[in-house]
């Protein structure tokens, strides 16, 4: 019997001790991520034979991650279906990408069916993309970027510290009502998700910036390590009346971050159109597809 555990703050170096040194660059293992949003997805965690894993609940049905670790996944999975049919539930892992689907069907010939969700892929870029915006193809976010320049010269850029949560929260609830948060669930859940993170942003190694024109902050984002080399972007907030505030913000983002991290994962587009389009328009390196695994 896997003894799963509901998610704490504590955990953050029990996950990561997993995660920072996997290849796996899907957003969904961002400690940042898996703690903020628990209180929708009820996330539980343990480890078995020298792997981490996660249960959690999705629209009230039981789910599971693929495994984090080394070595043979088979048994572990074994004890996941094991897991799933004491609580008479149907088994089933969310996330997973390409080269964990290769896994799976290599350890379990036939067993499984994959169905996948373009909503749900994941946006990676290169770091050096974002921060250099170089060439042809990043033309129009150099104009933007130089518009606001010119019209925002007073513009500032500051690494988000405790101290300008408070700052944050205001424009958010402001980014709020401009987009009618209380009749979009999807919205509310992220401002909650994005508040829990901000309560903690120490305890969760949190990075983030603020813009600040005149003064007055007109955007912020942040986010924490998948893996050593992969970092995710989880919130980026802007006011639109400041013209080229998103892109600014990106920018200077990819800017600050150090250099360890090579790609930057921007996370999914949910089906929205407008967010499909911008994340397109940033050329992202890979679009990481995610399936879900269900028995046969």
Not at 107 to 134: M, V
Not at 174 to 182: E, G, P, V
Request: proline content about 3%; hydrophobic content about 40%; overall charge negative.
């Amino acid at each position: 019997m896997i003894d799963f555990n509901p998610i704490k703050l504590e955990d953050r170096q029990r996950v990561q001790k997993y995660t920072l040194v996997s290849s796996r660059r899907n957003c969904d293992l961002s400690f940042s991520n898996l703690y903020s949003w628990r209180f929708l997805y009820h996330t539980e965690l343990a480890e078995a034979d020298g792997f981490l894993l996660f249960r959690f609940r999705v629209d009230g049905a039981l789910a599971y991650m693929m495994p984090v670790g080394q070595g043979n996944v088979r048994p572990v999975i074994e004890m996941l279906i094991q897991d799933a049919e004491s609580q008479n539930e149907k088994f089933q892992m969310l996330g997973v990408c390409a080269d964990m689907r290769e896994e799976l069907e290599e350890a379990f010939s036939n067993h499984f069916e994959f169905e996948s969700d373009r909503d749900y892929a994941d946006y990676i870029y290169l770091r050096s993309d974002l921060a250099s915006l170089r060439g042809k193809k990043f033309q129009p976010k150099r104009n933007h970027i130089n518009r606001f320049r010119t019209n925002f010269p007073d513009y500032e850029y500051k690494e988000l510290t405790p101290e300008l949560v408070p700052e944050c929260i205001r424009l958010e609830n402001l980014w709020c009502k401009a987009n009618d948060c209380a009749e979009n669930e999807a919205l509310l859940n992220e401002r909650r998700s994005m508040n829990a993170a901000l309560e903690h942003i120490s305890e969760l190694g949190l990075q983030g910036g603020v813009l600040h024109v005149g003064g007055e902050i007109v955007a912020f984002t942040y986010g924490a390590p998948i893996n050593a080399a992969t970092f995710d972007t989880c919130v980026e907030k802007a006011n639109t009346d400041f013209e080229g505030a998103y892109a600014m913000i990106n920018y200077e983002f990819a800017n600050h971050l150090p250099e360890q991290y090579i790609y930057i994962n921007r996370e999914e587009d949910l089906g929205l159109e407008g967010l499909r389009k911008a994340k397109l328009s940033y050329q992202p390196e890979v679009i990481l597809e995610k399936y879900m695994a269900t028995l046969r």
